[in-house]
């Protein structure tokens, strides 16, 4: 099963639970926020699922920005209304590692008084193989598209918990006849601090 249809899946698994969830359990900007214009941070490590990527233990950080835009009094206007950005960075400590800078948006659904789950889609730079020099990554071209889905635990108000996976690949936008695309996927977890 291909990333896409998987994260698909988890998506429309999450819909049925949320039904217990409310608007409130959603953020309305209240937060003071870091300097006034972020909303949360997060630092984890992820690992890459593919064999043939060397990348090894990937030590990773998230600043996701303030939300701006009032809060609805529906649930699904403020699950697909009112994403937040995020801005990223993964930093490789194998011996071919792959590092990346990204950005997107992230839409929140939270489950229950405490859970969540999230869906992420947004770009990387990266500065791994273009092409392969045998079994290993042939990644095409150097910006990427890149999607990513979590499932979460509000711990305290302040922090959180969450495994995640990602994807990273550029659909054949950038398919040259000569490029390939292998893509880049990662699944760990992380800790969140929401200020």
Not at 5 to 26: E, K, R
Not at 41 to 62: C, E, H, K, W, Y
Not at 141 to 146: A, K, Q, V
Request: proline fraction near 5%; aromatic fraction near 14%.
């Amino acid at each position: 099963m291909r990333f896409g249809q998987w994260a698909f899946g988890m998506a429309v698994a999450g819909a049925a639970l949320v039904s217990s969830a409310t608007a409130q359990q959603f953020s309305d900007g209240s937060r003071p926020g870091l300097f006034g214009i972020f909303d949360e941070a997060r630092f984890g490590t992820v690992f890459p699922v593919q064999p043939n990527d060397d990348s090894g233990v990937i030590l990773s950080g998230q600043l996701f920005f303030r939300n701006f835009v009032p809060p609805y009094q529906n649930y699904w206007a403020n699950a697909f209304f009112r994403p937040r950005v995020h801005v990223g960075g993964n930093l490789a400590t194998g011996d071919d590692p792959i590092n990346q800078v990204y950005t997107g948006l992230t839409w929140d659904f939270p489950v229950f008084d405490r859970y969540f789950i999230e869906a992420s889609l947004g770009g990387t730079i990266h500065d791994g193989p273009l092409e392969s020099d045998g079994d290993g990554l042939d990644l095409g071209c150097s910006w990427l598209f890149r999607e990513a889905v979590a499932v979460g635990v509000n711990v305290t108000p302040h922090w959180r918990l969450l495994a995640s996976a990602d994807h990273s690949s550029h659909a054949k936008l950038c398919d040259d006849g000569h490029a390939g695309n292998s893509g880049i996927t990662h699944a760990g977890v992380y800790v969140g601090y929401r200020f």
